[in-house]
């Protein structure tokens, strides 16, 4: 009980931390570009506020696993975007643009602290961890060419 009681603190200051504005989208299929290549279309879900952690293979997190998106193999970066735990459950999957498929979400402003380099930022979610007590949302995600 005491546990439960102090979570709320401690999601208040996860969220506290979550200085970027993301963007989330959900796919709604494909479509041809001007030249003719399968371009996927998607719906605006939201916004909610995040971090990025260990956004590079340098960080903290190395990805162990990748992923090929577009004929390029990804990696994985495990617990790469945290969002608020009240946040929309976004839909995970390894297929972009898919009905059905993988929410991805785009950084569209960062907090004073933030590195400038992060806005416009584009990430893809391939799975949706859960733990209790959990304090924020923890995705894995792959960041994509945009």
Known sequence: MRAAARLGGMQARAQSLMTLTLAAY???GLTKDADGYDVPTFTFEGQTFGKVQAGAQAGGDTPTRYL???GTDRPVLAGGLHIPITAK???PG???GQVGGAWE????????ADD???LGRRYMVVAVPV???ATARRLDVIELEV
């Open 131 to 133: 733990k209790s007590y």
């Open 68 to 70: 090929k998106i577009g």
């Open 94 to 96: 390894e297929q972009r």
């Open 26 to 28: 959900s796919p709604t």
């Open 105 to 112: 979400y785009e950084v569209t402003a960062v907090g004073p």
């Open 89 to 91: 459950v976004p839909n």
């Open 116 to 118: 400038p380099a992060l």
